[in-house]
């Protein structure tokens, strides 16, 4: 079952394609160093920070907790977006129900093995969109595209979606992450056009 994530975008405007996109039919790689090798046995995820049971989670526990087929349109900040891409993950949400979210929370940083980051607050990362996806149409998520798994944010600029992710903070402060630090937009909302903070 695939769930069509395709009209959230009615919340935010009137046009599917946000202001300043253009349509692609292909999907660019976009990384700012160099792709890491990692594979499904190999990889875990660390879940920390402001939660009641932190976990380090291999690929078995990680997927036992609850696996969704969505299908999501995808904003690069550079300009384009490329429609009805199938993403299977879990979702930050189900992760975050599994280990507990303390009350004082209020945002997400995300962690990848080429050491780059990401922030969200927490109301933004915890919509049911923002998956951790490990299939892109049918096929295992490709190595360039963030592979083994990946997060994916069709509600934001696609900076917001670390590739080959190896963690999560939950903290009571914000915090900034690679982009966001150099100027990037925290909320990164394509529909009002929040390129830059
Ligand atoms: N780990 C990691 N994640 C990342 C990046 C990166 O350099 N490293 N680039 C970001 C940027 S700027 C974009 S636009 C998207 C690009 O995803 P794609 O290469 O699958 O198109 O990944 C984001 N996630
Ligand atoms: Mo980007």
Redesign the pocket.
Known sequence: MVEDRTELYREFGDERLPPGQHRTES???????NVPRVTREEWSLSVRGAVEDPVTLDWEAFTDLGVETQRQD?H???GWSRFDCAFTGVSLATVADHVGVESDAVHVRFH???D?T?DLPLDDALRPETLLAFEFDGDPLPR???GPV?VVTPHK?????????TGVEFHTEPVRG??EKRGYSVTANPWREERYG
């Not at 999907?27 to 160093?33: E, I, R, T």
């Not at 600029?157 to 992710?165: C, H, S």
């Open positions: 999907f660019p790689v976009l990384s700012k160093g995808f690069c900040v550079t990848a093995a080429d780059y990401t360039d595209h963030g990946r600029y696609a900076y917001k979606g670390a590739k080959w992710v690679f982009w």
